[in-house]
């Protein structure tokens, strides 16, 4: 597929001819004397590579081997389960490969050994379908020949001719190895050779040494020409040598040799008296280029699951479109990524054994009234001191074994005890469920928060997010939060933790790799973007990055009133629900990545309307993900949330809000005292004619002895006409029977918590003026004559109507603002006093009563000072002086 053949060959390739020696005892023995030469030069430099390189293989009893992909398979596996040892194997691959190229003409036996054994593997009894103890030999002979096959194939994909090569095994060997020895006889007449135990399995030869003779024909080592191959394009290079230098009628062999890029090739031929074309085919070296795949570092996504099947197009730099491919991550299976994760559970059981998370009862008082309300129930700050402290020590413990195995994962799992119907109405009202049948939903959520808690206490502490997963189940019968380190999962994987995928391809070739057009039948578990890619030079040693950049999808939110949907917690027969809903101009609102926890968006939406698509920020959300998307500390809005799966064609996320409910305290005054039992009601501006009040009540009973000053009511209304944040209401305080309060009004906008509503009480303070004439002496006695005497003096009741007026004092004089008229009134005709009761006289102010002067009656102004709630102000009028004019009017005062 890769198209090597139309890969220009390049020049400087060397080439060597040799005259093959027919029949010739002395030529026969000058060219095994050659050969023999080259078999113990490849011999040499093979061994000494091998002093320090080896394949090592996976045992097959390891228990690791029962849940890898390969399961029993993997004992012969090149591709060990420890990546540093599969990465030593491939290099051993590599060297050995490049020494074999070197010797094209050379045999190379490649021999599998195990070791004696009294008893096999059960798997591997299992795999060959024999007696574990009475055919262990057959066994360890069938695992030795898998072995040395698997690195028979190994070498041929490294470009070793197939031909080169055959397998032999041995099953009862003193150690266990494979082994590369070269064969002092030339490819094609190496036979096949019979192992030392077993049945004999060496290949045919293949390609162009399948044209050599079967016996004979040995070539002779000395060259009769040699030289340097000159490339001339698309797959070809040549070189010209003279006739003269060949015999016409003799057999001939032409040698090309290796390169790191090109495998060496063989061909015969008998020389003609004119010119020929004597063909040689070569192979490309095709090495395993390790191609990995991530997220970009930094991104907010590189901790989201990498897909672990990713489809996708080669092209080769010159030569255009070479094939498609799917990428396909290998199974999970370290051996010590598990035994990490053993020693860290191990770790984490005997820290835990005597420690514990608390938290404190969702039912109790104490949670209720605390400052973070139900949420203090799955709060890892306990309210009892020494409780917070000891979470705190434990949390710091966990986090710190878990820094110690940071390639390990670590499930964080929440569980709660057994709760019987109904559950706690705080935490039914909290998560929006019934407490009667949602109950298993609701503890759940419960212990899945208390999880949460804890992890992002540990991601605090240093832990990252990758290695921590929340699981939960409620009503399990314990309320604990357990920590269980583990393998890591392959959804954990992320930027650093690339998957890899390994190609054959030419060596030095530039290649061209990009993620293939979208399609969901290819990803698992989610698509990668078809903008992934990288360009790169084929090599062994250098592994191809690809950073995928993950599908996005456009996100639409729909603000959905929950008073109009009847949400059933309550609030189904709220006044609001009876009008069209309003939302507010703007809307806070919160998207994260359900899986990692990463913020994706978080930002206010304006111009919201109940029921309008808004689109959410383009770019945000990927393809084929799962999110939530809430409402956060909104001034207006409830906390919401909804989970939603993104979708190729966009997706449109329905989040149900409803108003925040509102407190108000109200602080009801009066300097006088407020009144006991003081009716009030508090109505909504926008609620439907006839609607009722939101709330109908009245001031404390109190002492009726005493009435303070300043009254506090905490105002809570029933929910269903509950008061919400946002919601212009009035406060109305009618007219009392008696009199003594005037009708008022207060208007209330209540905003998030406790709104302090100020309720000032227009109460009327009585003022009682007594009206008097000019002193009179009354005789002692009556028919006295003129020796009677007085007995004292008195006042009558002046007659007449007497307009007046009262208002406050005047400080004109000290700068201060004018006077500002309270009331008017008039005295009756006979009436020998005048009651008035009115909200202008406040106690402790002081004030000027004026009299007008009438044509009885001369002018009089009083200064008095409201005492008491009740007042009695003697106003002693004198007569008019006669003659006097006509009366003025009185002097003008502000209204």
């Known amino acids: 597929g890769t198209g090597p053949e139309r890969l220009p060959l390049p020049s400087g390739l060397r080439f060597s001819i040799h005259k093959v020696l027919h029949g010739s005892t002395g030529g026969a023995v000058a060219g095994g004397i050659g050969i023999e030469r080259r078999a113990a030069a490849a011999g040499s430099r093979v061994r000494a590579f091998l002093v320090d390189n080896d394949v090592h293989f996976n045992p097959a009893g390891q228990p690791e081997l029962q849940s890898c992909s390969l399961g029993i398979a993997q004992a012969w596996a090149i591709d060990h389960l420890d990546a540093a040892t599969r990465q030593s194997n491939r290099r051993t691959i590599q060297g050995v490969a490049a020494i074999l190229r070197e010797y094209p003409e050379v045999a190379v036996e490649v021999l599998g050994q195990t070791t004696v054994a009294a008893t096999a593997p059960a798997a591997l009894a299992d795999e060959f379908r024999m007696h574990r103890e009475r055919e262990v030999g057959n066994i360890m002979d069938l695992l030795a020949r898998r072995r040395a096959e698997a690195c028979l194939e190994a070498l041929v994909g490294a470009g070793v001719p197939r031909a080169q090569l055959l397998a032999r095994w041995e099953g009862n060997a003193p150690e266990a190895k494979v082994d590369f020895i070269p064969l002092a006889r030339p490819v094609g007449a190496a036979g096949r050779t019979a192992p030392a135990v077993g049945r004999a399995s060496g290949v045919e ?222 935490l039914a009202d909290a998560f929006r469920l019934d407490p009667a049948r949602d109950v298993d939903a609701i503890m759940e959520t419960l212990a899945r928060r208390r999880a949460e808690a804890c992890r992002e206490a540990l991601v605090r502490r240093g832990v990252p997010p990758s290695q921590l997963f929340v699981t939960a189940k409620g009503r399990q019968g314990t309320m604990k939060v357990d920590f269980i380190p583990q393998p890591p999962r392959r959804e954990g994987a992320a930027g650093s933790a690339a998957r890899e995928h390994l ?237 003594l309060v005037a009708p008022s009004k207060v208007q209330i906008v209540p905003t998030a918590g406790e709104t302090l509503v100020r309720v000032p009480v227009a109460r009327r303070n009585t003022l009682r003026l007594a009206w008097g004439g000019p002193r009179q002496e009354r005789r002692r006695g009556y028919g006295m004559g003129d020796g009677d005497e007085m007995d004292g003096a008195g006042r009558t009741a002046p007659t007449g109507a007497i307009p007046f007026l009262v208002h406050t004092t005047s400080r004109r004089a000290a700068g201060g603002e004018p006077a500002e008229l309270v009331l008017r009134g008039e005295k009756g005709y006979s009436d020998p006093s005048t009651e008035l009761r009115h909200a202008g006289l406040q106690l402790g102010q002081e004030y000027v009563l004026r009299t007008s002067r009438t044509t009885q009656w001369d002018a009089l102004a009083v200064r008095f000072t409201m005492s008491s709630t009740s007042r009695t102000l003697e106003l002693n009028l004198d007569r008019a002086p006669r003659g006097a004019p006509p009366p003025p009017a009185p002097e003008p005062v502000a209204a």
């Open 205 to 426: 030869p293949l390609g162009p040494a399948s044209s050599y003779p079967a016996a004979g024909g040995m070539a002779q080592e000395t060259p009769v020409a040699q030289g340097t191959l000159v490339s001339r394009g698309e797959g070809y290079a040549s070189a010209a040598i003279p006739v003269s230098e060949l015999k016409p009628g003799d057999t001939y062999e032409v040698r090309v040799y290796g390169s790191p890029l090109l495998t060496g090739g063989v061909a015969r031929f008998a020389a003609a008296e004119n010119a020929q074309d004597v063909e040689v085919s070569v192979g490309r070296v095709l090495e395993e280029v390790m191609v990995r795949w991530r997220w970009p570092s930094g991104s907010w996504f590189d901790k989201m699951e990498l897909p672990s099947v990713v489809p996708v197009t080669l092209e080769h730099a010159a030569l255009g479109p070479v094939e498609s491919h799917v990428l396909r991550a290998p199974a999970d299976g370290s051996p010590e990524l598990a035994r990490q994760a053993r020693l860290a559970l191990d770790e984490v059981v005997r820290f835990m054994t005597d420690n514990d998370v608390f938290f404190n009862a969702a039912k109790g008082k104490a949670t209720r009234e605390s400052r973070l309300g139900i949420a203090q129930a799955w709060s890892v700050d306990h309210l009892d001191e020494r409780k917070r402290s000891e979470n705190h020590r434990i949390l710091d413990g966990v986090a710190a074994i878990l820094r110690r195995y940071p390639t390990i994962s670590c499930a964080v799992h929440g569980t709660t005890t057994e709760t019987k119907p109904p559950a706690s109405e705080a």
């Open 503 to 739: 190609l054959r391809l030419p060596v030095g070739e530039r290649f061209v790799l990009q993620a293939a057009p979208l399609d969901d039948s290819h990803w698992a578990p989610g698509p990668a973007s078809q903008h992934a890619v990288c360009e790169f030079t084929a090599r062994a040693s250098a592994p191809v990055v690809l950073e995928l950049s993950p599908p996005r999808g456009r996100v639409w939110a729909v603000f959905v009133s929950a008073l109009h949907e009847g949400s059933g917690d309550g609030y189904s027969n709220h006044w609001l629900a009876s009008i069209p809903p309003r939302l507010p101009d703007r809307v806070n609102v919160e998207a994260r990545h359900v899986q990692t926890g990463s913020s994706v968006l978080s930002e206010p939406v304006d111009k919201v309307t109940a029921n309008a698509r808004i689109e959410l920020s383009a770019g945000k959300f990927v393809v084929g993900q799962t999110y939530s998307l809430a409402v956060r500390n909104d001034a207006v809005l409830e906390d919401a949330q909804v989970d939603f799966t993104v979708g190729l064609s966009g997706t449109e996320v329905r989040l149900s809000v409803r108003p925040r409910p509102a407190r108000l305290v109200l602080s009801f005054t009066c300097e006088g005292g407020v009144p006991h039992s003081l009716p009030y009601t508090i109505v909504a501006k926008r609620a439907p004619r006839g609607a009722p009040p939101v709330l109908s009540d009245r001031t404390p009973a109190g002492d009726s002895r005493r009435e303070e000053r300043a009254v506090e009511v905490r105002c809570e209304p029933p929910r269903e006409r509950g008061l919400v944040v946002g919601e212009e209401y009035t406060l109305r305080i009618e007219e009392s029977r008696d009199g």
